[in-house]
């Protein structure tokens, strides 16, 4: 059974860093793409950033150049690293397994998150304060 379990999250100001952490088990972690996606209060999922099992990646305009998704395979560990952070990027933080296994061909742009197509966490909660 897939088991994901977020962690990391917290209070921080506008401006400041934390780190979100995955731990994964159940699967064969390095042969899954995994991505974080995000939902803030009464709106939908937005997806935040992929990486496949190359460590190829990618990030939702709202995030790039702020963000960075990263994975050991050794430890079956996902994390992101979050900077410069906004009010705007409150939400519950999500880690996520691809159901298919892995990704190629990598979106420069993300669409919209599809939660039929990922298995997720019970996410870990990100409140940025002014």
């Known amino acids: 059974e897939v088991h994901l379990v977020e962690s990391g999250g917290g209070l921080a100001q506008a401006g400041g860093s934390l780190r979100l952490s995955c731990a994964a088990s159940?699967?064969?972690?390095?042969?899954?793409?995994m991505s974080w996606a995000r939902q803030a209060p009464g709106k939908g999922f937005e997806w935040v950033s992929v990486?496949?099992?190359?460590?190829?990646?990618s990030y939702a305009d709202s995030v790039r150049g702020r963000f960075t998704i990263s994975r050991d395979n050794r430890k079956n560990t996902l994390w992101l690293e979050m900077n410069s952070l906004k009010p705007e990027d409150t939400g519950v933080y999500f880690c996520?397994?691809?159901?298919?296994?892995?990704?190629?061909?990598?979106?420069?742009?993300?669409?919209?998150?599809?939660?039929?197509?990922?298995?997720r966490g019970q996410g870990t909660q990100v409140t940025v304060s002014a």
């Open positions: 996520a397994k691809y159901i298919y296994g892995d990704l190629w061909g990598l979106p420069e742009v993300l669409p919209s998150f599809d939660p039929a197509k990922w298995v």
């Open positions: 159940g699967y064969a972690f390095s042969r899954s793409a």
């Open positions: 990486i496949n099992t190359s460590g190829s990646t």
